[in-house]
């Protein structure tokens, strides 16, 4: 089993930035990729960005030049850099780790393992 645990999320205003985290622990030894994935109110659940078993890097179109993603592999850490935030950013973050390689690593249904979760909310 992975257990993954998120932290950092909060109330941000309109153009701050945050850094999300994400600790990872348990069997990490099957695990090929992990992902940030959001939850805005009332919609469903969206891909942010993703790491790859070979250290590729992926953030979404919409997001690019605002999010960066990152791993300390050392730390069993993952984070998500956030700048310039909108309101339309609020959500609740989630962190992921899948044993499926080679796959759509921007597919929720990729990945067995979640967080609980952390909310970010920005304000106007």
């Known amino acids: 089993q992975v257990q993954l645990v998120e932290s950092g999320g909060t109330l941000v205003q309109a153009g701050d930035s945050l850094t999300l985290s994400c600790t990872i622990s348990g069997n990490t030894f099957d695990i090929n990729g992990m992902g940030w994935f959001r939850q805005p109110p009332g919609k469903e659940r969206e891909f942010v960005a993703a790491v790859t078993s070979t250290g590729g890097k992926y953030v979404a179109d919409a997001l690019k030049g605002r999010f960066a993603i990152s791993r300390d592999a050392a730390k069993y850490k993952l984070y998500l850099q956030m700048n310039s935030l909108k309101p339309d950013d609020t959500a609740v973050y989630y962190c992921?780790?899948?044993?499926?390689?080679?796959?759509?690593?921007?597919?929720?249904?990729?990945?067995?393992?979640w967080g609980q979760g952390t909310q970010v909310t920005v304000s106007s």
């Open positions: 992921a780790a899948r044993e499926l390689d080679y796959v759509d690593y921007s597919r929720p249904d990729m990945y067995a393992y």
